[in-house]
């Protein structure tokens, strides 16, 4: 069996350093590399998704069309929440892992590096074409990130085949990264690093990228199906050949919900790292928080419906996903209960990384309050699409994702640049954005419940006083996010040098590697004890 | 340390970023080439970056697992390594079956719940205002508003081709172990003449597939317009057919590769791979006959 080819490219490069110039970016298959190309895209996209925003708060400052056409309007709210979901928060979440899972178990790289490379680069051209349709004929897609039909089928405008393929290829990206993921969790531990030793990010990471790839497809099934309707005559949305609108609610819910955990079950594995680490305590009750986290992703399958409590569900369906949803109540208080339980007693100090996670506790429970009193299916009839909805959702991402992903990057920032952070103004931009994000979208609870509807670009004059205040915290909020990227910024410039441990309290194996972890890490498997 | 003993890091590539190209390529020409054709305005250039796309992520292919081979023929694949692929391949035909449950769903939906739904079933009595005559049924051969989706006149007889393609893609998957079998004897003659006839078993199943999807159009009116039973029909076997297709081009791709000599008893992840794709395409055609052309 040895007719065996001598010239095989790279054979002997194993160990080679970066690659000089904008080859190293474009055809790496460094972890480090593909989390970092990852990060920055979705600080980018972060960024236009929050532009958007905050043209929807300014044009919602006042009641009447002050700003944008009405047209104009529905494109933003729909290309804002497709952008930061599929833009800003999944890849932050992919690149935090690219970073951390190799380092964190003991790995050289992930499982399949190329495949890695591709994952990533995939997305700035998925994006591509999703912002380009902003600039076709008849506009950007209209009808809401949640795309339902017949809006998105029936009546939208031309761009909507456009978004149909994006999705497909931003789909083929998340599946392969997650792919990469598992393997990697799986298969490339350190000798001694059993599953129940794993960190929590790392569990985490595990089931999500499991929810991705049971999810994703049927996402790109519900757009082909859309792709046929619209050009190809079928009729799986159209009552008229016997098809139903309502199947297409429940098949996007069937990927929504879960989705709805792959954007915050990474979420509890950075804050359930930092808080042991500014507490100086372990973790409390590891086993617990694993369970917890597989019964959230079990449940996530049962609940889709009870975003459609409205459509007309038989009663036995309305039942069934009102305590369906409830139950998930449970696993997220054990979590909640656990984090605290950390913190007692225990050696506080709140570093900026602490402060976020300490936030996201608090906030990303507020969230999960207001989502409890959503699952009650009698209630939701009166706050269903109104500001309530967004206030519970934006709950949930905005101080919950986001603030555990700013907690994540200026917890590890140290380990990636080898330089600490100026907590001075690692400081001012936490809390700028903590009270910022509660004067957005506090006040929109009381819309909702007074029966503001969401996704208008007008409102009756009622609600002009909450609304004024909510567009004056996004604007606080939107634009000390500034700050962090200054914060990045000036770290990666930054001389003052970090130690291998970082923080105090930090356990694990990311921290017996220096800061800056270099280009290779564990080449040689590390042995866990 | 000898190559033998650590996990294979590959060095830099160029074949992902092409590839990103390529898809890129692919997916805006296809959105442009669809809307072209139902503002019927012409093919033009998103046929052209279609075509080019799908050249370029074909010579990708060829290229990229050209570098695996070629590296895992090195030897510079260890057992790890040879795990990470199979997690891979698993969890990729995982997301597979997901994509199929989203279309069964659908059907099982249709099926179940929407169709007698519009007949007025239940409390949901509103769908027979708009379509009074309407009568649930399933087949669903008379469409609500038979104008804009006439149904079709007859359906296929599940006991003909369907039943002819079941038994032919059954069959390939017993020839297709029976070849993986010679594999783990070594016998090079057998794994050829095995994987050759699944090969064949595979193309004439797709040949009457084509021939019944022609029947279907032109005699049966059982097309895309027909209803929402043509359309979980055509996306349920059709997404099945490209399976199949691209199952055969694995088919052949390790086909060729037995003949150039390669895999042993002890290594042949990529053919064991291509058997159990072949194996998950079975599977589904079994769903399928069951749900869609015999209950």
Same mark, same amino acid.
């Given at each position: 069996?040895?007719?065996?080819?001598?010239?095989?490219?790279?054979?002997?490069?194993?160990?080679?350093? %970066?690659?000089?110039?904008?080859?190293?970016?474009?055809?790496?298959?460094?972890?480090?590399?593909?989390?970092?190309?990852?990060?920055?895209?979705?600080?980018?996209?972060?960024?236009?998704?929050?532009?958007?925003?905050?043209?929807?708060?300014?044009?919602?400052?006042?009641?009447?069309?002050?700003?944008?056409?009405?047209?104009? &309007?529905?494109?933003?709210?729909?290309?804002?929440?497709?952008?930061?979901?599929?833009?800003?928060?999944?890849?932050?979440?992919?690149?935090?892992?690219?970073?951390?899972?190799?380092?964190?178990?003991?790995?050289?790289?992930?499982?399949?590096?190329?495949?890695?490379?591709?994952?990533?680069?995939?997305? %700035?051209?998925?994006?591509?074409?999703?912002?380009?349709?902003? &600039?076709?004929?008849?506009?950007?897609?209209?009808?809401?990130?949640?795309?339902?039909?017949?809006?998105?089928?029936?009546?939208?405008?031309?761009?909507?085949?456009?978004?149909?393929?994006?999705?497909?290829?931003?789909?083929?990206?998340?599946?392969?990264?997650? /792919?990469?993921?598992?393997?990697?969790?799986?298969?490339?531990?350190?000798?001694?690093?059993?599953?129940?030793?794993?960190?929590?990010?790392?569990?985490?990471?595990?089931?999500?990228?499991?929810?991705?790839?049971?999810?994703? %497809?049927?996402?790109?099934?519900?757009?082909?199906?859309?792709?046929?309707?619209?050009?190809?005559?079928?009729?799986?949305?159209?009552?008229?050949?016997?098809?139903?609108?309502?199947?297409?609610?429940?098949?996007?819910?069937?990927?929504?919900?879960?989705?709805?955990?792959?954007?915050?079950?990474?979420?509890?594995?950075?804050?359930?790292?930092?808080?042991?680490?500014?507490?100086?305590?372990?973790?409390?009750?590891?086993?617990?928080?694993?369970?917890?986290?597989?019964?959230?992703?079990?449940?996530?399958?049962?609940?889709?419906?009870?975003?459609?409590?409205?459509?007309?569900?038989?009663?036995?369906?309305?039942?069934?996903?009102?305590?369906?949803?409830?139950?998930?109540?449970?696993?997220?208080?054990?979590?909640?209960?656990?984090?605290?339980?950390?913190?007692?007693?225990?050696?506080?100090?709140?570093?900026?990384?602490?402060?976020?996670?300490?936030?996201?506790?608090?906030?990303?429970?507020?969230?999960?309050?207001?989502?409890?009193?959503?699952?009650?299916?009698?209630?939701?009839?009166?706050?269903?699409?109104?500001?309530?909805?967004?206030?519970?959702?934006?709950?949930?991402?905005?101080?919950?994702?986001?603030?555990? /992903?700013?907690?994540?990057?200026?917890?590890?920032?140290?380990?990636?640049?080898?330089?600490?952070?100026?907590?001075?103004?690692?400081?001012?931009?936490?809390?700028?954005?903590?009270?910022?994000?509660?004067?957005?979208?506090?006040?929109?609870?009381?819309?909702?419940?007074?029966?503001?509807?969401?996704? /208008? %670009?007008?409102?009756?004059?009622?609600?002009?006083?909450?609304?004024?205040?909510?567009?004056?915290?996004?604007?606080?909020?939107?634009?000390?996010?500034?700050?962090?990227?200054?914060?990045?910024?000036?770290?990666?410039?930054?001389?003052?040098?970090?130690?291998?441990?970082?923080?105090?309290?930090?356990?694990?194996?990311?921290?017996?590697?220096?800061?800056?972890?270099?280009?290779?890490?564990?080449?040689?498997?590390?042995?866990?004890? | 340390?000898?190559?033998?003993?650590?996990?294979?890091?590959?060095?830099?590539?160029?074949?992902?970023?092409?590839?990103?190209?390529?898809?890129?390529?692919?997916?805006?020409?296809?959105?442009?080439?669809?809307?072209?054709?139902?503002?019927?305005?012409?093919?033009?250039?998103?046929?052209?970056?279609?075509?080019?796309?799908?050249?370029?992520?074909?010579?990708?292919?060829?290229?990229?697992?050209?570098?695996?081979?070629?590296?895992?023929?090195?030897?510079?694949?260890?057992?790890?390594?040879?795990?990470? +692929?199979?997690?891979?391949?698993?969890?990729?035909?995982?997301?597979?079956?997901?994509?199929?449950?989203? +279309?069964?769903?659908?059907?099982?939906?249709?099926?179940?719940?929407?169709?007698?739904?519009?007949?007025?079933?239940?409390?949901?009595?509103?769908?027979?205002?708009?379509?009074?005559?309407?009568?649930?049924?399933?087949?669903?051969?008379?469409?609500?508003?038979?104008?804009?989706?006439?149904?079709?006149?007859?359906?296929?007889?599940?006991?003909?081709?369907?039943?002819?393609?079941?038994?032919?893609?059954?069959?390939?998957?017993?020839?297709?172990?029976?070849?993986?079998?010679?594999?783990?004897?070594?016998?090079?003659?057998?794994?050829?003449?095995?994987?050759?006839?699944?090969?064949?078993?595979?193309?004439?199943?797709?040949?009457?597939?084509?021939?019944?999807?022609?029947?279907?159009?032109?005699?049966?009116?059982?097309?895309?317009?027909?209803?929402?039973?043509?359309?979980?029909?055509?996306?349920?076997?059709?997404?099945?057919?490209?399976?199949?297709?691209?199952?055969?081009?694995?088919?052949?791709?390790?086909?060729?590769?037995?003949?150039?000599?390669?895999?042993?008893?002890?290594?042949? +992840?990529?053919?064991?791979?291509?058997?159990?794709?072949?194996?998950?395409?079975?599977?589904?055609?079994?769903?399928?006959?069951?749900?869609?052309?015999?209950?």
């Amino acid at each position: 069996m040895s007719t065996l080819d001598t010239a095989v490219p790279g054979l002997h490069e194993e160990h080679h350093g %970066p690659a000089k110039g904008l080859g190293r970016w474009l055809f790496t298959t460094n972890h480090k590399d593909i989390g970092t190309l990852y990060l920055w895209f979705s600080l980018l996209m972060f960024l236009t998704g929050g532009v958007m925003a905050l043209l929807i708060r300014s044009e919602l400052f006042q009641p009447g069309l002050q700003l944008v056409e009405p047209g104009f &309007f529905n494109q933003l709210t729909t290309m804002h929440g497709l952008i930061m979901v599929f833009g800003a928060v999944m890849p932050a979440f992919v690149g935090l892992a690219n970073w951390m899972v190799p380092l964190m178990i003991g790995a050289p790289d992930m499982a399949l590096p190329r495949m890695n490379n591709w994952s990533f680069w995939i997305l %700035p051209f998925a994006f591509a074409i999703l912002i380009s349709t902003l &600039f076709m004929d008849g506009g950007a897609p209209n009808f809401g990130w949640t795309f339902y039909a017949p809006l998105s089928t029936t009546y939208a405008p031309p761009s909507v085949t456009y978004f149909i393929f994006s999705i497909h290829i931003m789909g083929a990206s998340s599946i392969m990264g997650a /792919i990469n993921i598992i393997a990697t969790i799986l298969n490339m531990r350190a000798p001694g690093m059993t599953m129940m030793k794993l960190p929590l990010f790392v569990w985490t990471w595990l089931i999500t990228a499991f929810l991705l790839i049971a999810v994703m %497809p049927v996402l790109a099934g519900v757009v082909t199906m859309m792709l046929m309707d619209i050009h190809f005559g079928t009729s799986f949305f159209n009552a008229a050949g016997g098809g139903d609108p309502v199947l297409f609610q429940h098949v996007f819910w069937f990927f929504g919900h879960p989705e709805v955990y792959i954007m915050i079950l990474p979420a509890f594995g950075i804050v359930s790292q930092i808080i042991p680490t500014f507490s100086r305590k372990k973790l409390f009750g590891y086993a617990s928080m694993v369970y917890a986290t597989a019964s959230i992703a079990v449940l996530s399958f049962l609940v889709w419906a009870h975003h459609m409590f409205t459509v007309g569900l038989p009663l036995a369906g309305e039942l069934f996903f009102m305590f369906a949803t409830m139950l998930i109540a449970v696993p997220t208080g054990v979590k909640v209960f656990n984090w605290v339980a950390t913190m007692y007693r225990g050696s506080l100090t709140f570093e900026t990384p602490m402060l976020f996670a300490v936030a996201f506790v608090v906030l990303f429970t507020i969230g999960g309050f207001s989502g409890l009193m959503l699952a009650i299916a009698p209630v939701d009839f009166q706050y269903h699409d109104t500001y309530f909805v967004v206030a519970h959702f934006h709950y949930v991402l905005v101080p919950g994702a986001i603030f555990s /992903i700013m907690a994540g990057v200026y917890y590890w920032l140290p380990k990636w640049t080898g330089h600490m952070l100026d907590e001075r103004m690692g400081k001012l931009h936490f809390w700028l954005s903590f009270i910022g994000v509660n004067i957005t979208f506090f006040p929109m609870h009381f819309l909702g419940l007074a029966g503001m509807p969401r996704r /208008i %670009p007008d409102y009756a004059l009622q609600f002009a006083d909450f609304n004024m205040i909510a567009s004056i915290g996004a604007f606080i909020f939107g634009f000390s996010q500034l700050l962090f990227v200054w914060n990045v910024i000036q770290n990666i410039r930054s001389r003052e040098a970090a130690t291998a441990r970082v923080w105090e309290g930090a356990q694990g194996l990311e921290w017996e590697v220096p800061s800056p972890a270099p280009y290779h890490t564990h080449t040689t498997p590390p042995k866990v004890e | 340390m000898s190559a033998h003993a650590s996990y294979y890091v590959p060095a830099q590539s160029r074949w992902p970023i092409l590839a990103s190209v390529a898809m890129f390529l692919l997916a805006f020409g296809a959105a442009t080439l669809v809307n072209a054709i139902t503002a019927e305005s012409g093919t033009g250039v998103g046929l052209m970056m279609v075509l080019a796309g799908a050249l370029m992520l074909g010579l990708i292919l060829v290229g990229w697992f050209g570098n695996v081979i070629h590296e895992s023929r090195a030897g510079l694949y260890n057992e790890q390594m040879d795990r990470s +692929f199979r997690w891979g391949m698993s969890w990729f035909i995982f997301s597979e079956v997901m994509f199929f449950a989203a +279309f069964f769903g659908a059907l099982f939906y249709v099926r179940t719940l929407a169709v007698p739904w519009l007949g007025g079933e239940g409390e949901r009595g509103v769908s027979q205002m708009l379509w009074p005559g309407f009568t649930a049924e399933w087949p669903l051969v008379n469409p609500p508003d038979a104008e804009k989706f006439p149904g079709p006149h007859a359906l296929v007889d599940p006991w003909h081709i369907p039943l002819l393609n079941t038994i032919l893609l059954v069959s390939s998957s017993f020839t297709v172990t029976l070849s993986h079998h010679a594999l783990l004897r070594d016998d090079r003659a057998a794994i050829v003449r095995w994987l050759g006839l699944t090969v064949l078993l595979g193309i004439v199943f797709l040949g009457f597939q084509a021939y019944e999807y022609i029947h279907a159009y032109t005699e049966l009116g059982l097309t895309l317009h027909a209803g929402v039973y043509g359309a979980t029909f055509f996306i349920l076997t059709g997404f099945h057919g490209l399976h199949v297709t691209l199952g055969t081009f694995m088919l052949i791709v390790i086909l060729l590769r037995v003949l150039k000599g390669h895999f042993d008893p002890a290594h042949h +992840f990529g053919f064991e791979a291509v058997t159990w794709y072949w194996h998950f395409v079975d599977v589904v055609w079994i769903g399928l006959f069951l749900f869609v052309y015999v209950i």
